[in-house]
């Protein structure tokens, strides 16, 4: 990181010792802190070995954490493929030369962007269950996935958009003058070198999918966050269960965040890597038009 | 749609969603700052605290954290923010933890959002700083993050309209706003499109001005260089 050299030199002799002040000082934060939770887990009876053996238990993780892992990953892979296309679509049709069509996507990409996951997903649910839309088991996991797409869709669509204005203006130029149409254009010349350079927030924006596919639990999808609640009830062990999600969790999100950094940094080997356009991670953060790589649930 | 809306207090529950978002952004702010300071100060140790903190907060569902701060800390571990004799300790407990449980996990983002800040200050400003003589202490808050502040005020914006949007999550745990009161009148009437635009309308109308305040102010306090 630049600013570790920035924002200071090389310590002196009183420097050091404030930094081993401080060394400490982190040392004692880490530890205070991890005793005052250690010894109010104690004070509150929730330290004993029976509150945390359900965890080794085969059956707990054959009825409870395998399934519930398994419908977060299904509404979670359904949703990511859904909305990579949403976005592709709506994405390309902001950037379409037809005013009615651009029009008509950029009004539903800021509707739905705009619109929080979670208010969707009980509209749906309840739409799906009054109408009786879909079979009674599957209404929950459409309104999970069904939303989902639409709020990341749009994102994905503003990262789409993004990405080809962050193009050089030569590369469709150089399309259209070979007789390209501007769809054509489009399509085989810039769109696949944005995706390239959008991986990055791509990723970020599948991670945002992936942790909001625990919002399900408000609609009662069984997914993992759901199941492990359940399992917290059967077994009377609340805390390790909400633990247990929360690792289970912070593993596969951290493991894809990992990977999109090996990704990325291959593609710059490459030298086909994100340019320094408008469609990296950090530069969607500062462009407030794209409201996008920011925190979801 | 008029008779549905005239037996519910729509207004009083988009309140509670302000509030919410109110505190928890000044929550968010305070302990961001911190965790931001630790990640850009010259000791490992506190750099290594801070970006856990980050990495482990935003890989964390807030569904699951909103629970855990309820459930967990607050019923389990007996950790109490209010007065248990009074009469609405329960209602006001699960708004005390769900400000709690949205100010951490959207501290993760400010951080990023400042430290994002703190890269788009130019060395010279740091090393014409230090060579002044400041301190990493006062060269911190007299140079470096008064320009990071401004150049973090987008990503800060964007951080702010996600925290609105995500108070919505605080209705799992049974607070009050917006999206709960969606959920009682769709539970009790029938799920209705012009119910769900309406409420989707007030959404709109809290991002909107902030994203357009936000855009005007970046570019109007961006350091000029």
């Known amino acids: 990181m630049s600013t570790q050299t920035v924002l200071f030199d090389a310590p002196g002799p009183r420097a050091r010792r404030r930094y081993a002040v401080l060394t400490a000082f982190g040392i004692l934060l880490a530890l205070v802190t991890l005793g005052a939770v250690l010894w109010k887990l104690n004070a509150q009876g929730q330290l004993t070995g029976d509150l945390w053996k359900p965890l080794i238990d085969p059956e707990v993780w054959t009825s409870y954490v395998i399934p519930g892992l398994i419908n977060t990953l299904k509404a979670a892979i359904v949703s990511i493929i859904a909305a990579m296309a949403f976005g592709i679509v709506f994405g390309l049709g902001r950037l379409s030369h037809n005013g009615a069509v651009r029009w008509f996507c950029g009004i539903i990409v800021e509707f739905f962007r705009a619109v929080p996951v979670l208010l969707m997903m009980y509209f749906l649910f309840q739409l799906f269950a009054f109408n009786n839309v879909f079979v009674a088991s599957l209404n929950s996991f459409m309104a999970v996935v069904i939303a989902l797409t639409l709020y990341n869709g749009s994102v994905i669509a503003e990262l789409v958009r993004s990405g080809v204005h962050g193009l050089p203006s030569g590369q469709g130029e150089a399309g259209l003058s070979i007789g390209l149409t501007p769809g054509q254009t489009l399509r085989s010349i810039q769109l696949p070198q944005a995706l390239t350079a959008m991986l990055p927030a791509l990723v970020s924006q599948v991670v945002v999918i992936l942790k909001d596919s625990a919002l399900g639990t408000a609609i009662t999808y069984p997914e993992l966050l759901q199941s492990m609640r359940d399992m917290g009830t059967a077994y009377a062990t609340v805390l390790p269960a909400y633990l247990l999600a929360a690792v289970i969790f912070i593993g596969l999100n951290f493991g894809l965040t990992m990977l999109a950094g090996r990704v990325e940094r291959r593609l710059n080997r490459r030298g086909r890597g994100p340019r320094p356009g408008p469609a990296t991670a950090a530069s969607v953060m500062d462009d407030a038009d794209a409201m996008s790589a920011g925190p979801r649930s | ?225």
């Open chain 2, 1 to 225: 749609m008029l008779d549905i809306l005239s037996r519910y207090d729509v207004l009083a529950a988009f309140w509670m969603t302000i509030r919410l978002t109110l505190f928890s952004a000044i929550g968010a702010l305070v302990i961001g700052t911190v965790v931001a300071v630790m990640r850009v100060s010259p000791v490992p140790v506190l750099r290594r605290l801070g970006a856990i903190y980050v990495n482990v907060v935003r890989n964390t569902p807030l569904t699951l954290i909103m629970f855990f701060a309820l459930a967990g800390v607050g019923i389990i571990l007996q950790v109490n923010l209010v007065d248990q004799s009074s009469p609405t300790s329960v209602r006001d407990s699960a708004i005390r933890w769900a400000i709690v449980a949205l100010s951490v996990y959207h501290a993760a983002f400010v951080c990023e959002a400042l430290r994002s800040g703190v890269n788009t200050v130019p060395v010279g400003q740091a090393e014409a700083a230090r060579s002044i003589g400041l301190t990493f202490g006062q060269s911190l808050r007299e140079v470096i993050l008064p320009q990071a502040f401004r150049g973090a005020i987008a990503p800060l914006g964007s951080t702010l309209i996600a925290l609105t949007k995500n108070t919505t999550v605080a209705s799992v745990i049974g607070v009050a706003e917006a999206s709960a009161l969606m959920k009682v009148i769709f539970e009790n009437e029938t799920a209705s499109f012009s119910v769900f635009f309406l409420f989707a309308l007030g959404f709109v109308i809290l991002t909107l001005p902030v994203g357009v305040i936000f855009t005007s102010l970046s570019r109007r306090l961006a350091v000029k260089r």
